[in-house]
Nanobody
Framework: QVQLVESGGGLVQPGGSLRLSCVVS????????MKWYRQAPGKQRESVAF???????IYADSVKGRFTISRDNAKNTAYLQMNNLKPEDTAIYYC?????????WGQGTQVTVSS
């Protein structure tokens, strides 16, 4: 059974940084596409960042220049480095993995940006 487990969320002041991790277990090969999504209260879930197995990245306009997605295929882990955080970044952040035939989700980790 494939599982994705996020960690690294928490409370941070505006301008601060956090690094989220997503550990994938239950699969012997790295998932081709890894993404981070977020969902703020009362809003729809939105895509934040994408990374392919080969390292190609795509970001939402709202986080470009502040967030960096990366992955370690040997460790089956994806990361989201978040710098210069703003109150509007407050949300539950979800890790998502996509293969040709399956989509996997983590349980989410709360990020709160507040002074």
């Amino acid at each position: 059974q494939v599982q994705l487990v996020e960690s690294g969320g928490g409370l941070v002041q505006p301008g601060g940084s956090l690094r989220l991790s997503c550990v994938v277990s239950g699969i012997s090969v790295s998932i081709p596409v890894m993404k981070w999504y977020r969902q703020a209260p009362g809003k729809q879930r939105e895509s934040v960042a994408f990374i392919s197995r080969g390292g190609t990245t795509i970001y939402a306009d709202s986080v470009k220049g502040r967030f960096t997605i990366s992955r370690d295929n040997a460790k089956n882990t994806a990361y989201l480095q978040m710098n210069n955080l703003k109150p509007e970044d407050t949300a539950i952040y979800y890790c998502n993995g996509n293969s040709a035939s399956n989509a996997y989700w983590g349980q989410g980790t709360q990020v709160t940006v507040s002074s």
